[in-house]
Structure formats: C-alpha cells, structure tokens
C-alpha cells in the first residue's frame, strides 16, 4: 500500500502524530522551566525577577493550538470513512484531502497568537497571525465541502454514525465562522476573554471533536465487539446532544455580544442576562438526557447482541480492508498481508464480485506479548508529575528509581518478548472462520 491509497483516518492519524512529535516538546519545556521557577526560584517568567510572563503564555499556546488539531484531524479522518460509507460513493476529492490535512498540520504552528491578541503585541504581529488564522479555516474548509460533494447524488443510509457527521458539519461550521470573525484583531478586542469565545471553542471541540468519536465508535463497534449498538437509542441520544449543544450555545454566543465574560461568579440581575442563562442551563440538561440514552443503549446493545451480532464481519457494507476480517478480528488481524492496488479495495473487490485475493499459503505470525511495564511507566511518571507540583520530593526520589529499575528490568531482561503462531495453527483458524461465515 503506498502513501496515496492509504484510507483517509490512516492519512489524518499520521498527520495529528506529525503535530504530536513537534508539538509535546514544547510543553515539556514550559513545564520544567515553570517548576525551575516555583521550585529553586529561577525568573523565566517572574516579571519581578526579570522573566516574562507572557513568555510562559506564548509557549503555553505555541504547544496548545496544535493540541487542538492533534485532537481534531483524526475526527476527520473519521468523518472521511464515515461519509463515503454510508453515500455508497468514493471520497471526492481524495488528493485535496490529503493536501489539506498537510496543510492544516504546517499552518497548525502558525497562529497561536490570536489566543491574546490584546497582549499588546502592535499592529503588525496581530495582523499577521489574524490572516494566518483566515487561511487556516481554508484547507478546513475544503474538507467541509469535498464531504458534502461525496454525499451529493450518493444513495445515502442514514445509520447513526452519519447522523453525528451530518450535526457536525452544521455545528462546526457556525464555530467556525465564529473563528473567522475571532481572527480579526479589531473584533477580538472586543470579544475577548467574553462567553461568545466560550461558545466558539465549544462549538469546535464538541462538534469536531466529541461527535467524530461518537460517529467512530459506533461504526468500528461492530468490528472490535462481534454487535451493532443500538440503532433507536443512538439517534434518540443524538437528537438530544445536537438540540441541547444548540440551546446551551446560542445563548452564549449572544450573552458574548452582551459583554459577559467568562468566569463569572455572580452577575447584576440589572444586566438582564438571566433568562439566557437559564436557557442555556436548560440546555445541558438536554445533553444530560443524551448522554444518558448514550450509556442506556450500551447495556441495551449488549443484553439483545445476539439480534445484533456480526455475521459476516462487514455490517455497513464497507469499503476498507478492516471490514475483511471476522467481527472480532483474530489476534493476528490478517494470515496474509494484503496487497492493495487502489483506494477502497474491498469495495472494489465487492463491486467485481469477488473477495479480496489472498494467497493461501500461511506463514508463522510473530506476535508481541503482553507485559505491564507501561502501566507501571504511567503511573510512576504521574506520581513524579504530582510529587513535583506539591513538592513532595522524597516520593518523587522514590518514584524515579522506580523508572530507573523498570527500564533497567525491561532492557536487560532475556525473556523473549515475542511469541510464534505456527502456520499450522494459522491454517486451522482460517478454515474455521471460513467455515462459521461461509
């Protein structure tokens, strides 16, 4: 398979790993010089002593603007497999995709500043990082329409995952208006710090980011799980989180235009704000409901599995090689890597009538085996982490060592790592599952 038929989540998976790689360090910068600075009295961001404090709120945003597209392009990719699944239609526009998640990931480390335009940083800074900000939406906004121009004309299924890719397009391009106009340092100083920024982020993550998980784990469910969840209840559980999402925000949006800021504790009743907030409380009690339905349908799905369950590893009638497999897939995923020639080669292979060739000639599977040491590397690195901010600092000795000896039992241990599936035993799996799905 080369770069150019890989599936779009695979494309948005690597770019979001591209922005990780160059993002993280930064952050782990910032927070060693912030805990130089509270624990042996260093200035790099003490006004007092020096430093810059803005400094520390540049580093902060350099790392966490792209945070925001780490998170959100593999909902893209998501929402890419999703749409030209259930429009029975190839992607359109695959290569602008692709060239637009290479975008978004270059331009993602170019516009942090317009998180505090009102720093005082002139004229010339705003407005370059504000233009940056517009020409980023671009590549975002070609994704938005190349969706749209799959479903066109396509024999569309309405299952539950489009209904979440269907209230994101809708939510996500009011955020991102919303955004557009936030790009405009003149604007910006005025909304600034207010709740219509509020509604905006949340107008963003939730819609880009919540619901392409959503969309996601409904449709890969089937796949890791062997059943379908609930159809009913989901689309019951969307309406909900799409109509209260709309009656929190909206209020929001035009409390921000009022002058509300964020972070209020109280307000004067003479500002006439409280029936939006009231709304807008409304409104999360509607999602409330939704996620409710959310977790109901799971108990549901698993107690009527058996009504639901995948008998043919392929319930969407889906396009990707993944859809090949049984439901779950075996431990080895495939006996045979398979050789791509195109784009969507099972639906290829579907619509010529004939399976995905394999060679049946099986060779042994090499496997690694399970082993705990990354539990045990998160949890010590999260007691270092917590010991250093409280300055429990015997504890954070002890947990060191203790990744000192866990990394030095890991690379000197002379157990093997890996185990063989013999080809036999592949053999005799293949038949099986041929023989349950035939």
Not at 106 to 122: D, E, K, Y
Not at 219 to 230: A, D, M, Q, S
């Amino acid at each position: 398979m080369t770069l150019m038929k890989m599936p779009m989540f695979a494309w948005s998976v690597l770019c979001s790993m591209f922005l990780a790689m160059f993002a993280f360090p930064i952050l782990t910068v910032t927070l060693a010089l912030l805990f130089l600075d509270r624990a042996i009295g260093t200035h790099f961001f003490t006004a007092a002593g020096g430093g810059n404090v803005m400094m520390y709120v540049n580093l902060i945003w350099a790392w966490g603007h792209p945070e925001v597209y780490i998170l959100v392009l593999p909902a893209f990719g998501i929402y890419s497999e999703v749409v030209a699944t259930f429009s029975r239609k190839p992607l359109f526009g695959y290569a602008s995709m692709v060239a637009a998640l290479v975008a978004i990931t270059i331009l993602a480390f170019s516009v942090w500043v317009h998180h505090f335009f009102t720093m005082g940083a002139g004229a010339d800074v705003n407005g370059f990082f504000g233009i940056m900000t517009m020409i980023i939406a671009v590549p975002t906004g070609v994704k938005i329409f190349n969706w749209l121009a799959t479903m066109f004309r396509g024999r569309i299924e309405l299952a539950a995952p489009m209904y979440w890719f269907m209230g994101f397009v809708g939510l996500f391009t009011i955020g991102g208006v919303a955004g557009v106009m936030l790009a405009m340092p003149a604007i910006d100083f005025q909304l600034h710090n207010g709740l219509f920024l509020v509604a905006h982020f949340h107008t963003m993550l939730v819609s880009g980011v919540l619901f392409g998980d959503f969309a996601g784990l409904i449709y890969w469910f089937p796949k890791v799980c062997g059943f379908r969840l609930n159809e009913r209840l989901l689309k019951y559980s969307f309406w909900c989180w799409f109509i209260g999402f709309i009656v929190v925000l909206v209020p929001l949006y035009i409390l921000g235009f009022m002058g509300a800021t964020r972070r209020l504790d109280h307000y004067a009743a003479s500002t006439g704000w409280q029936p939006l907030f009231i709304v807008s409380g409304l409104g999360s009690l509607i999602i409330a409901a939704g996620l409710g339905l959310l977790i109901l349908q799971i108990g549901v799905s698993i107690r009527q599995r058996a009504a639901t369950r995948d008998v043919d590893g392929d319930p969407w009638n889906g396009r990707t090689l993944e859809w090949t497999t049984t439901s779950p897939p075996p431990v080895y995923n495939f006996a045979t890597i398979p050789v791509v020639h195109g784009r969507d080669p099972f639906w290829a292979a579907k619509q010529q009538g004939a399976a995905p060739s394999e060679t049946r000639v099986f060779s042994d599977v090499h496997m690694p085996k399970n082993t705990p040491v990354g539990m045990f590397v998160g949890g010590l690195a999260f007691v270092v982490g917590f010991t250093l901010i409280w300055h429990i600092y015997w504890l954070t000795i002890l947990a060191v060592l203790g990744l000192l000896i866990t990394a030095a039992i890991r690379t000197t241990s002379t157990d093997d790592s890996e185990y063989t599936i013999p080809a036999a035993e592949v053999a005799r799996l293949e038949s099986a599952r041929q023989v349950e799905f035939a």
